[in-house]
């Protein structure tokens, strides 16, 4: 096995292992929302998009509309149909039965294999074996978790509760620092979400207020991309 | 069927649809720039917002708790360069402890 293909092989597998332990956090903070492991499992099988599955959670959790769940849920996902644009000249998935397969694997990681792999041999390579790393594991542990956070006591559910906007806080803060387009402006709109989020809290109903965030920050933005 | 069945199922199906489009709608359609701003502002808005619904409301109301406290771990742990799941743990451990503490 060339150099190149081996070291494609051990990113994608060592990757899809690590990210894929973290299903454990997502099973646990489903059974925290009062979703049961079907609904976790579903999620992790079906949607399969981290970012998303944890804010329809995270919004159901709060007490908050499906409505406003499905909303948080879809506007997270829709970084996934621009990385299916990156991804079609690498991975030429060919026939509608093939682009099916392939959408459902198209994710943050899998999409960042393929676009590190060294050839487009590889990047297809890195997709596969990233994908079906991910996917297993990823599936797995959201048993895992979610049955195991059904089984615990109070301290433990104490523990879950501050685990989850942490893990939110985990997802945030790669988007924040340098290495990410537009830093300053990323750490602005990050706390004008935040503290429209909060400012909405008590005159809204719960999961709301995550929506309404969202909207106001791209409005707050509007004027100058009307300008430039 | 529960809301939350229809909530699942409903955003899963949605989110795969995203995905499928990527792969089959012509290039041109998403790489305008009002797309490209919205899918990159869009999760720190969103992600941001729901840190703090999730860390310090309960309800309709503003709580502080120990989620706080795990927060603050969570971030000094980030801008350490932990891994996640040493982000995780140490905020868990922290909720924990002020659960105890105040129990």
């Known amino acids: 096995m060339s150099p190149d293909r081996s070291q494609t092989l051990r990113d994608a597998v060592g990757l899809g292992l690590a990210v894929g332990l973290y299903g454990v956090a997502f099973g646990a903070a489903a059974d925290a929302a009062g979703l049961d492991v079907w609904q976790a499992l579903v999620l992790s099988a079906v949607m399969f998009t981290g970012a998303s599955q944890f804010a329809l959670i995270g919004v159901l959790g709060a007490g908050g509309s499906p409505l406003a769940a499905v909303g948080s849920a879809l506007l997270l996902g829709t970084r996934n149909t621009v990385y299916g644009v990156r991804l079609v000249p690498l991975l030429r998935p060919r026939g509608p039965l093939r682009r099916a397969g392939t959408a459902h694997w198209v994710i943050d990681e899998t999409t960042a294999l393929s676009l590190a792999a060294p050839d487009r041999a590889l990047a297809g390579l890195a997709f596969l074996v990233g994908g079906a790393t991910l996917y297993l594991t990823w599936n797995a542990t959201t048993v895992v978790g979610a049955l195991g956070a059904a089984a615990l006591g109070g301290t433990a559910r104490a523990a879950l509760d501050a685990v989850v906007p942490a893990a939110f806080l985990a997802l945030l803060w790669p988007r924040l620092g340098r290495g990410n387009a537009q830093p300053a402006v990323q750490r602005r709109v990050a706390l004008g979400g935040a503290v429209v989020a909060l400012a909405l809290t008590p005159f809204v109903p719960p999961g709301v207020q995550v929506v309404a965030a969202v909207v106001a920050v791209a409005l707050a933005g509007r004027p100058r991309r009307a300008a430039a | 069927m529960s809301a939350t069945w229809t909530a699942v199922l409903v955003a899963s199906v949605g989110c795969y649809l995203l995905k499928l489009a990527g792969l089959s709608v012509p290039a041109s359609w998403v790489e305008q720039s009002w797309v490209a701003r919205v899918v990159d502002f869009v ?61």
């Open chain 2, 43 to 103: 999760p720190a808005a969103l992600l941001a917002a729901l840190v703090v619904v999730q860390g310090l409301t309960s309800g309709d109301e503003v709580v502080v708790d120990g989620r706080l406290a795990g927060l603050a771990v969570a971030a000094l742990a980030l801008a350490l360069r932990a891994p996640f799941i040493v982000v995780l743990v140490l905020a868990g451990a922290v909720g924990a402890l002020v659960h105890v503490l105040a129990g």
